[in-house]
């Protein structure tokens, strides 16, 4: 345990002084080290998904407040959080799918059963009731849950002590088995956080046809890949990289496509509109997308996708689902350390998970956004004559604002490419449902509260 | 020709009877008696038609009236030669196309009989006399006679129309010099006392009245000038200026010009397709791009990477160029030392900015004009004209003109073409160089006030301005709207590689005002709290397409979708009548190599060793062109205007620069 705790603090240092750049980097470390979380974990006999839950909630938790707008780090704990509920869900299913089996097999009525037929008829509830909000609502579940519901109350009559020691025997089998699950699904999910650009990248071909003229601004580990993926495929086209002042990420990009051999053309953020006019499709990276199909998105896009708009050119955003994620979640509780708004208010919202939350928060980019140092603009040694210049009052004269992050919202955006597919920006929440629990969203927030 | 005139003139005469219901008894029955008795002292007749002239300024109401003032305005010109009907004529084409313009400017002034204003001004009795003392006999008739006829039409502040006069007072000097000098004395004394009989008219001046008053000063000194101007080229070959003068006449309006007027438009048309210019040199033509060069007088090597898409423009290596010029600067002997000094500035970056540019181009020039001496056997004018041309190849190749100086260029060449023969050179430079002082003066010293008056108004306390790059004439408003004591904040964004808004930002510091400075990728961050943009510009082109330093339409387009208000300060000589869609095919290509290099941070330096790899070209745009419908208002000194109003400024004031 303290060896995880000294991991963990490793993490929250680098995340606070933003060692971690990029939101594939971060969601990859923040998987490892929540996956040694859960290894290093002592589960207790009973109830080992909710200490686990408990365990991984605790730490995400400082993960989240180490940097708020690294809104994949809240991701990734949703993610592990849902990962280890499935899988013990499914346990459980599995579990009463066998009692139940063997009850039937059984055939007798036996009086003993009556303590342990209520333990189970709980855990069958609840397991419907959770496969209800986990599973989408497909018509066999539906179809499933109704003579299941109906059929317990007198199959489950059985239960003898004979079922009491197997079932104790299999309990300790399931916390093995549970933990070895649940880690499973997280090496898969790290396993497709680091695979997902080569996914996303095989799309590259149905997108890009010959002679484009394709826009990106910044740099995208993502959109390095989708763009040499589709010049391997003998697609020739030319590349307009706007720098990306003030952090010049283009330049980056732009000396790695050169590597590879694309015909890359840098410009100026401020020729963005000059040239837009003949780019056939803009293409960029994100840093989280919303559930309302938003995206957080390296500072100057905002720009770009209105005169993307103007000229009627494609805006596509390319996304690893470890960024598309319950991010209205999680604006929740930012806006709620940031205005103390109390929870409760938004709780009721926050609820009704599946119906899009008309009550999206306000100003996302100036709420989710981070204000970097002032030195990536002006040059304190040439101006610090002026930045002492006071007004009588003691406010400063001079203010510098250096946003990290824009919010494009969802009309701009065309099409999302993420490693499942194309999506339109209103299906979002969608996909969104499917990667998390209605649980973790909501507890993310109260956590948040409580703190 | 006479004959010619005798039939054309009558129907249009006619014109100017229908708008105006109480002349006509008195105009036909002019242009009838007068023709013959044209070698007649003109005086006589004067005095009738002043005392006219104050009882036919109607006070006005709205549109209609506009138009009875402008047909009735004109009426008292042909006074001091009323054998001249010609005069009416093109004053009835004036009164068709002149007024709506009027209306579409929304800046037309109260009609209250401004001529009298004139006179307690003492513009008038100042650009007549000089015109009195420095030009010769028949110069100053002109002069003179363009001073009444200032008086009596002043409330037309547009210039265009007064050019229309041109043709006869070309008329003029050959029937009439001898008398020429006899009656302009009275002439003047005749328009004094008109104007004072005129003064009880109007009480009170309103700003807009005031500045109705400057515009009409301003176009009645340009109306005398044309007029001398006129005059001297008209005693050289009178009978071909007459299509010269034709096509500056603008299409009728009004309806009932149009049949006979047919003949005259499709001669128009035929001009006005001369007048378009030449389109520009397009550098991917290569035979043409060898020709130039071997006139250069820079030495200049191409840039190797060049983007496709930009093939049509120059790129050269910088810095290759400065050295080399440098070295020469003892050595070239048609080169006149102050042009190379200001060629070599623009290379080096030192002047940039519109205005800075035009100004230190135009002292450069009047240096040269005051050091020039015309050789033997050879025109002042066509020599100098010459020599200005060579001196703006060489300016274009240290950076390609701005449109705004190649307006300044046709101005000084069109004020050289129109020197009076009679000048002798010392008359002819000294003109030359008021000329010039003038432009500067007026066009853009005055523009650039009226303009920050116009603006000071759209400021209100507790706004919050944005504004991108550094402007000129934005940095002037801000500081007027400062010591007028109102509350405001700014917002500087900038971008990259020149950097211009730090300058502006220590400047506005330095002077005490609030600032906030971001780059242009956070200007949709900082636009929810801005109220107002204000912008400077280039250029502005007729289809109301500001063209103006890169970056410029990213902001106003985003002030756009965060429904801001855009405006645009540019003085009236930067309008230019070209049409631009994008920002592609005009524009002007930087260095390359600022992109690659970040002043300030060392750790960026992804790209030094990339420049010369065959798929990696750096891009630095210099300009780019904002759609008009980003644009809320044009703040010129003519007013404040719509962009769909752009094309009404080019064409009705356009031209006036050229006879300032």
């Known amino acids: 345990m303290p060896d995880v705790q000294a991991l963990v603090n490793d993490f929250l240092i680098k995340l606070k002084k933003r060692k971690i750049e990029g939101s594939q980097a971060t969601a990859r470390q923040a998987a490892e080290l929540l996956r040694s979380v859960i290894s290093q974990q002592r589960v207790p006999y009973t109830n080992q998904a909710g200490a686990l839950i408990d365990a991984v909630r605790a730490v995400g938790e400082q993960l989240i407040s180490a940097n ?250 390319l996304a690893g689902s470890h960024k598309l994620n319950g991010n209205k979640w999680n604006v929740y509780s930012v806006t709620q350390k940031m205005f103390g708004i109390p929870f409760s208010a938004l709780y009721s919202v926050g609820v009704s998970l599946c119906s899009l939350c008309p009550l999206y928060p306000h100003n996302p980019e100036v709420l989710l956004n981070e204000l970097r140092s002032p030195s990536e603009l002006l040059d304190f040694g040439e101006f610090s004559d002026c930045l002492d210049f006071g007004s009588g009052t003691g406010s400063p004269l001079l203010h510098v604002v250096n946003p990290a992050f824009d919010y494009v919202p969802p009309k701009l955006v065309s099409l999302f490419i993420t490693d499942t597919g194309g999506h339109n920006p209103s299906y979002m929440y969608r996909l969104i449902a499917d990667y998390y629990s209605a649980d973790d969203l909501v507890v993310r927030g109260r956590i948040a509260s409580g703190n | 020709m006479d004959a010619r005139r005798a039939t054309t003139t009558v129907p249009r005469v006619r014109q100017v009877g229908f708008f105006t219901p109480n002349a006509p008894p008195a105009q036909p029955s002019r242009t009838h008696s007068f023709p013959l008795d044209s070698s007649s002292p003109p005086l006589s007749n004067s005095p009738v038609n002043n005392s006219l002239s104050p009882v036919m300024i109607p006070p006005s109401r709205h549109l209609s009236d506009n138009l009875v003032h402008r047909a009735t305005s004109p009426l008292p010109v042909p006074e001091p030669s009323a054998f001249r009907r010609p005069i009416r004529s093109h004053y009835v084409a004036v009164v068709g196309s002149y007024n709506p313009t009027e209306s579409l400017l929304g800046s037309s002034p109260p009609l ?318 000294a003109s030359l160089c008021a000329d010039i002082d003038r432009f500067i003066n007026e066009k853009i010293v005055l523009a650039d006030n009226v303009i920050i008056r116009h603006a000071v108004t759209k400021i209100m306390d507790g706004d919050v301005l944005l504004t991108y790059g550094s402007s000129c004439v934005v940095e002037m408003i801000l500081l007027y709207a400062h010591e007028l004591g109102k509350q405001f904040r700014v917002v500087i964004v900038d971008s990259r590689p020149k950097l211009k808004g730090q300058a502006l930002l220590r400047r506005l510091v330095g002077k005490g005002l609030s600032c906030t400075y971001t780059h242009i990728n956070a200007v949709s961050y900082i636009m929810h709290e801005v109220t107002r943009v204000f912008l400077g510009s280039s250029s502005v082109l007729s289809n109301g397409t500001v063209y103006s330093r890169v970056g410029t339409a990213c902001v106003a387009m985003v002030a756009h979708a965060f429904h801001v208000p855009v405006l645009i300060c540019c003085e009236a000589y930067k309008f230019h009548e070209r049409v631009l869609l994008d920002s592609i095919c005009s524009n002007e290509l930087g260095d390359p190599d600022a992109l690659s290099k970040v002043p300030g941070r060392m750790d960026i330096n992804y790209l030094d060793d990339l420049t010369n790899k065959d798929n990696m070209q750096l891009l630095n745009l210099m300009y780019d062109a904002t759609p008009s419908e980003y644009v809320s208002m044009i703040i010129t000194d003519y007013g404040m205007i719509p962009p769909t109003s752009v094309p009404v400024i080019v064409r009705e004031y356009g031209r006036e620069y050229l006879w300032i």
Not at chain 1, 149 to 154: D, G, N, R, V
């Open chain 1, 68 to 317: 708020p707008v690294e809104l994949a780090v809240g991701n990734i704990v949703r993610r592990v959080l849902h990962i280890i509920r499935e899988e013990n869900l499914s346990l459980a299913t599995a579990a009463i799918a066998g009692l139940n089996l063997s009850a039937a097999s059984d055939g007798d009525d036996d009086d003993d059963g009556e303590r342990d037929e209520h333990t189970v008829l709980s855990a069958a509830a609840v397991a419907a009731s959770a496969r209800s909000t986990l599973r989408p609502p497909s018509l066999q579940t539906l179809l499933e849950d109704m003579p299941e519901s109906a059929t317990i109350p007198h199959t489950t009559s059985s239960g003898g002590d004979s079922e009491g020691k197997s079932k104790s025997a299999d309990k300790s089998s399931r916390t093995r088995r549970l933990k070895h699950d649940i880690i499973e699904a997280v090496n898969e999910l790290i396993q497709d956080i680091t695979t997902c650009h080569e996914q996303i990248a095989e799309q590259a071909i149905e997108h890009i046809h010959q002679n484009e003229v394709i826009l990106t601004l910044g740099s995208s580990k993502t959109v390095l890949e989708f763009l040499y993926a589709a010049k391997e495929k003998r697609r020739s086209f030319r590349v307009f990289v706007a720098e990306g002042a003030p952090r010049y990420q283009g330049h980056l990009l732009a000396k790695e496509l050169v590597a590879r051999g694309l015909q890359t053309t840098l410009i100026t953020d401020s020729a963005v509109f000059a040239i837009i006019s003949r780019v056939n499709m803009v293409i960029v990276g994100a840093h989280a997308v919303m559930a309302n199909g938003g995206v957080i998105a390296p500072v100057g896009l905002n720009m770009v996708a209105l005169a993307a708009q103007k000229h009627a050119v494609p805006f596509v955003v």
């Open chain 2, 112 to 429: 209250a009989s401004p001529s009298s204003r004139v006179i307690g001004d003492g513009e008038f009795s100042e650009e007549s006399s000089a015109g009195w003392f420095r030009r010769s006999n028949s110069a100053k008739f002109a002069s003179s006679f363009s001073g009444a006829f200032d008086l009596t039409s002043v409330k037309s502040s547009e210039t265009g129309g007064f050019h229309q006069v041109k043709k006869p007072v070309v008329a003029q000097p050959k029937e009439e010099k001898s008398g020429a000098a006899a009656f302009v004395e009275p002439q003047i004394n005749k328009v004094l006392s008109s104007s004072s009989s005129t003064k009880p008219l109007k009480e009170k001046t309103t700003k807009a009245e005031r500045r109705a008053l400057q515009e009409a000063q301003r176009a009645a000194k340009a109306a005398a000038k044309d007029m001398t101007v006129s005059v001297g080229v008209s005693t050289s070959k009178p009978v071909k200026h007459q299509p010269a003068q034709r096509k500056d006449a603008p299409p009728p309006a009004s309806s009932i010009a149009v049949s006979d007027r047919k003949g005259v438009e499709r001669s128009m048309e035929k001009e006005r397709r001369k007048d378009i210019p030449a389109p520009r040199m397009q550098f991917d033509d290569k035979s043409r791009v060898e020709k130039a060069k071997k006139r250069a007088v820079v030495n200049q090597s191409e840039a190797r990477n060049r983007v496709e898409l930009f093939r049509h423009l120059p790129q050269y290596e910088h810095g290759t160029q400065l050295p080399d010029l440098e070295s020469k600067f003892f050595q070239l002997d048609p080169m006149h030392p102050a042009v190379y000094k200001v060629g070599l500035q623009y290379l080096a970056g030192d002047i940039s900015g519109g205005n800075a540019r035009c100004i230190a181009m135009l002292q450069a020039f009047q240096e040269v004009i005051k050091d020039y001496s015309t050789p033997p056997e050879k025109s002042l004018t066509r020599d100098l004209t010459a020599k200005i041309s060579s001196f703006v190849s060489f300016f274009t190749e240290c950076r390609p003109l701005s449109m705004s100086m190649g307006n300044t260029i046709r101005f000084l060449k069109s004020r050289i073409a129109k020197l009076p023969l009679t000048f002798s050179e010392s008359e002819a430079k």
